[in-house]
């Protein structure tokens, strides 16, 4: 789990029956994540963080409700990240109710600049308990959690004030770091704060961007890119939106921005996202077969690119080629099921099934059975429209 101590002692829309679905692209993805790494402070963190890597969360409210009931978590570090865990898995099982409760027994002070802030979240509170280690014992992914978990219950509003008041103060933290300090780890303590700005404003831009809101999205991401002038990914993003604002050519000269960025050191994850750019170009133009040549590339360097072959699979269907859009589709699952198996996916083959053949809800019955047996715990089985 990733704590936020500030000095040494601490551990960080699916488409109708007309199937016109957008083109995934990394900005759609959620920015909520499984808790990262920990520290040896944890009572069997480790497992923890397997099973929810795995998408077993009903597994990971089973040993989290194991250890309250057994007094097996001894120390004020150890409830927190248990109870981080646990809010997470509510909120996968979409149970977002019931995540609120979690996070609200701690009792934050929603209109603080820090809603933690709370002496007893301070390792330097417990000095009997954890000598020599100061700063906040609270994970930074709990926080990230709170100022998301509104918007799943219908108050997008606050979400958004929460996210900005939790960059501000992560901002806050950086600040701090750049003056002159003697801490053998304040580098770092200030690599750590960096990344998590950038984890707030990815969260940020994501939400902006599926809310259409492009031009917010665009302020954001060009800061960040006052830092990272040269980050394929973030380059990439930039494009997107300027695809979404009807600005071609700079969207064509940015793509261009990262091809120049190639060199020997680049691997396939490299050449794949240049591929599914170029590719992008080209639906935009609605050249649908240059644009499945790019993906058939993409996915011939990584048969796991799930991406490349969704698109590829929209580019066959918009060519009339349905047959072979679904035949592409249900090989990937039989390939990458641990991949492919996504909502994004199974809505679009979903789609397919309803243009293809009269029959389709036995069809899709067979595939939710089939989803039911390989899906992690949080997938949405809604998707199949049965």
Not at 101 to 120: K, V, Y
Not at 267 to 292: H, I, Y
Request: glycine letters at 4%.
């Amino acid at each position: 789990m990733d704590q936020e101590p500030d000095a040494s002692g601490g551990g960080e829309a699916p488409p109708a029956t007309q199937p016109t679905p957008a083109v995934s692209d990394p900005l759609l993805s959620p920015a909520a994540s499984a808790p990262s790494p920990s520290d040896d402070l944890c009572y069997e963190v480790d497992s923890l963080h397997d099973l929810a890597a795995r998408g077993q969360w009903r597994s990971v409210l089973d040993k989290v409700a194991r250890a309250r009931s057994l007094s097996l978590l001894s120390r004020p570090h150890d409830h927190l990240v248990y109870l981080t865990f646990s809010a997470l898995a509510l909120l996968k099982l979409r149970r977002p109710a019931d995540a609120l409760a979690e996070l609200d027994s701690l009792q934050p002070l929603p209109t603080s600049p820090d809603p933690f802030g709370s002496p007893r979240f301070l390792f330097e509170s417990y000095p009997h308990l954890y000598p020599g280690r100061q700063g906040s014992m609270l994970p930074f992914s709990l926080r990230l959690l709170y100022a998301s978990l509104p918007q799943s219950l219908g108050d997008r509003p606050e979400t958004l004030d929460r996210l900005y008041s939790l960059l501000d103060f992560v901002r806050s933290k950086n600040r701090g770091h750049q003056r002159p300090s003697e801490e053998k780890d304040s580098s770092f303590a200030a690599d750590r704060w960096r990344r998590r700005e950038v984890l707030v404003m990815s969260s940020l831009i994501c939400n902006h961007f599926c809310h259409r809101e492009f031009d917010v999205a665009l302020v954001l991401i060009c800061d960040l890119l006052v830092r990272s002038p040269s980050d394929p990914v973030l380059l990439s993003r930039l494009a997107y939106i300027q695809l979404q604002i009807g600005d071609l050519d700079g969207a064509n000269a940015t793509f261009a921005k990262v091809e120049g960025l190639r060199s020997e050191e680049m691997g396939v994850e490299f050449e794949n996202l240049v591929g599914r750019n170029r590719a992008l170009g080209f639906l935009v133009a609605k050249d649908f077969a240059s644009a499945a040549r790019e993906y058939d590339e993409c996915i011939e360097r990584d048969p796991g690119d799930v991406v490349a072959v969704n698109n590829k699979a929209l580019c066959l269907m918009y060519s009339r080629d349905l047959s072979d859009a679904i035949k592409l589709l249900e090989g990937a699952l039989e390939r990458v099921p641990t991949a492919a198996v996504n909502e994004t996916v199974i809505v679009n083959l979903c789609s397919m099934y309803e243009l293809a053949y009269v029959n389709n809800g036995e069809i899709k019955k067979s595939l939710s059975n089939w989803i039911a047996r390989v899906a992690p715990d949080d997938f949405d089985p809604s998707c199949t429209r049965i």
